[in-house]
């Protein structure tokens, strides 16, 4: 069915990559810095627990079962949970002394809340040498691939590929069965498109459809999810850009079709804070069920970022190309390297340091040449040669000049709709039971 609806439908090519990921890849994507949940520790016996889940479970047991709170009590308890994702890890710990919470099952206090990344570490091949870890999403496959999918495209965009698989996530506090697991199939597509045009040929298609969406603005007032015309929610810039709408009414198709309740399923945009590292706009389709609204599908713009930061760590450009119908005039940035003072600074690795001076792109150049104007010495990184080097004011100079361009270079924008496969098959379960039970 998702083959059905997404790959063929779509046209999109499929890639099955491996799931032991080397470091360098987790590195560039952020991953290894950033992929992160934060713990608490009962400080007696070590025991580990997710500091979000622990504060969730509070307010939702004070909300529900102790009667004697007060109506204003519960209104601020309400407001935290919808604020949860949202919470930093020093809010965090405040929030879990403020209500006194403890150690579930001793009672015992408990340590300010620190990240834990939630990657599998191994090493690769028999040196132990290079470490990698098992990928905790099968999107990274796509892009240090892209260069490929991209000419087997014909080098034209928009294009996507999918990528189903497996995944791993040493989760902190794995519960409630299928939901939570710490090795499940994903279902990726990353859809590429030109940032300066994210409109979808086949928007229209969905623009009519009205579903449950749960914007920020309503999170943060503690209103609750209403239903919206996605077409409505894209023009009035609630959902960032056409694609990411377009996306978002195929989810919601693929889901109803296959038998999720439509009055059970809602598109909750991400908090400021909560989206991450990599996301610029973010919906989660959550359906509901008996553990409450679960995220089944995110939905997110991941701008250019993955692209970017591949191509800076490989210093290979993965980028695309538009082709103009007539040759543009442009005043262009142009780094000459100053190859008598490059040789005695650099020596053997000159040669290096020049041509990576000479693949700067624009921005790239506009920064250093600020840099050498305010502090006449910056540090480059030079992929070839794997660390950075320190480049000083007579080492190059840096002029506008008149140049012909025939055609644009940029770095594609990724929509991207990620699909826990697990979670959704336990709410469908869950929604034809109840179907038949009425
Ligand atoms: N530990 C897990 N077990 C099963 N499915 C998962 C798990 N973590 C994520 N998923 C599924 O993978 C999809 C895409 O992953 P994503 O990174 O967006 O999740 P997430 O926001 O980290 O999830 P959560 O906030 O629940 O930890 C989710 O929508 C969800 O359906």
């Known amino acids: 069915m998702f083959c059905q609806h997404f790959v063929l439908e779509e046209n999109m090519l499929e890639v099955d990559c491996p799931c032991v990921t080397p470091e360098a890849v987790l590195k560039a994507s952020g991953h290894v810095d950033k992929f992160t949940d934060l713990m608490v520790k009962d400080e007696k016996t070590g025991t580990c627990y997710r500091a979000d889940h622990l504060l969730k479970d509070f307010c939702n047991e004070k909300i529900q079962k102790d009667l004697s709170i007060s109506a204003e009590k519960a209104a601020e308890l309400k407001h935290v949970l919808a604020m949860l ?13 403020e209500y006194g919470i403890t150690a579930p099952d001793t009672k015992n206090p408990l340590s300010d809340p620190y990240p834990f990344n939630l990657m599998f570490q191994t090493s690769i091949g028999p040196s132990g040498l290079s470490p990698g870890y098992m990928r905790p999403e099968t999107a990274q496959g796509i892009f240090v691939n892209f260069k490929d999918l991209y000419y087997y495209n014909g080098n034209k965009l928009p294009f996507a590929a999918a990528q189903i698989g497996q995944a791993f996530r040493n989760e902190i506090s794995p519960r409630q069965g299928l939901l939570r697991v710490r090795e499940f199939t994903l279902a990726e597509i990353e859809h590429f498109v030109d940032p300066e045009y994210k409109s979808h040929p086949k928007y229209s298609e969905v623009a009519d459809l009205e579903f449950l969406m749960f914007p920020r603005e309503q999170q943060i007032s503690a209103q609750s999810a209403k239903k919206i015309q996605l077409g409505e929610a894209v023009s009035k810039g609630i959902v960032n850009n056409e694609t990411l709408g377009y996306f978002i009414g195929r989810v919601y198709l693929f889901l109803t079709r296959l038998g999720i309740d439509k009055d059970r399923l809602r598109f909750r945009q991400h908090l400021a804070n909560e989206m991450a590292h990599y996301a610029a706009d973010c919906w989660d389709a959550e359906i509901e069920s008996s553990y409450g609204w679960i995220e ?38 142009v780094i ?10 650099f020596k053997g690795n000159q040669k290096k340091v020049v041509e990576a001076l000479e693949a700067m792109n624009e ?76």
């Open 85 to 97: 994702d949202d919470l930093s890890a020093e809010e965090l710990g405040a929030k879990i002394k």
């Open 363 to 438: 921005k790239e150049a506009l920064d250093m040449k600020a840099s050498l104007e305010t502090k006449g010495v910056v540090e480059f990184y030079v992929c070839t040669l794997g660390e950075n080097v320190s480049i000083k004011k007579n080492m190059v100079s840096i002029s506008k000049e008149k140049k012909k361009e025939h055609q644009r270079t940029f770095t594609p924008s990724v929509i991207e709709p990620s699909f826990g496969i697990g979670r959704i098959i336990y709410c469908l379960y869950e929604h034809s039971f109840l179907h038949e039970a009425q």
């Open 296 to 333: 089944c599908v995110g939905i997110a713009d991941r701008s250019a970022y993955d692209l970017h930061a591949h191509t800076e760590k490989s210093g290979v450009p993965l980028v695309a190309h538009e082709k103009f119908s007539e040759p543009k005039e442009v005043e262009k940035l």
């Open 336 to 345: 000459a390297p100053v190859k008598k003072e490059l040789g005695l600074a």
